[in-house]
């Protein structure tokens, strides 16, 4: 516990700084990583530590993978349990850590994509949708991310973007579900007929947004401030 109090307020202070991304770059390659505990502590923390700590969760989960599957799958799976509805948490910051470990190790994606796209697959009572509309935007966030590394698995969630596009209740949502679309279209992920139901779904969405309903964005390593316009405006040009 000694060692978990005094590793804590060192990442915390590393993944404020302009020098974040060296964090990215520890070595952690036994089955144990003592960075991983700390990391999830700082998923629910607001702004850019967030997904900070979301993105070195993913890379400190990869090596962890690259040692011992079995320890890798553990967290995953503490992140799907914390996602349940049963848990009782409010798993801040869970989808995004998904989404980063998934797009880090090609093993873990393959086990888990389908679990990722299935929290924005409203169906029914059965389905591992996630009502929670914050929550909900971490996974059409953590499915771009996947898209960006293993288009051909986050191309499996295409329909449920498409539809999320055309009609998602939450603005957000909206906005994170066209840039998985941009990110799939320009790694030419989309088959025809899906690509042609993207360009009718973004096209609808090029409409202004309503005043102060913004979508915050990570990407590049910056936290930005776009519209559902603005992302709708990027995929469609990567469709061509």
Not at 127 to 151: C, K, M, Q, V
Request: glycine share 8%; hydrophobic share 50%.
């Amino acid at each position: 516990m000694s060692r978990f109090r005094t590793l804590k307020p060192r990442l915390l202070e590393r993944l404020r700084s302009d020098d974040w991304r060296s964090v990215l770059d520890d070595q952690c390659g036994a089955a144990e990583c003592e960075a991983v505990g700390p990391l999830f502590s700082f998923l629910p923390h607001p702004g850019a530590v967030r997904w900070r700590a979301a993105l070195a969760l993913g890379a400190a989960v990869a090596r962890m993978a690259d040692a011992s599957m079995e320890s890798a799958r553990v967290v995953v799976r503490r992140l799907i349990w914390n996602l349940n509805e049963e848990s009782g948490n409010v798993a801040w910051g869970a989808p995004e850590a998904m989404g980063a470990i998934l797009a880090a190790h090609p093993r873990l994606a393959d086990e888990y994509h389908t679990i990722l796209i299935s929290y924005v697959q409203d169906l029914g009572k059965s389905s591992n949708f996630l009502d929670h509309a914050p929550l909900r935007r971490g996974a059409y966030w953590g499915i771009g991310r996947l898209a960006e590394t293993r288009p051909e698995l986050a191309a499996k969630g295409a329909a449920d973007l498409i539809k999320a596009v055309r009609g998602e209740e939450d603005v957000p949502s909206r906005g994170l579900a066209a840039r998985a679309l941009g990110v799939l279209a320009r790694s030419g992920a989309l088959d025809a007929a899906a690509a042609a139901a993207a360009r009718d779904a973004l096209a609808a969405a090029l409409a202004p947004d309503a005043p102060g309903a913004g979508v915050e964005l990570f990407r590049h390593g910056v936290l930005e401030d776009v519209t559902v316009a603005d992302l709708a405006r990027e995929a469609l040009a990567a469709l061509g």
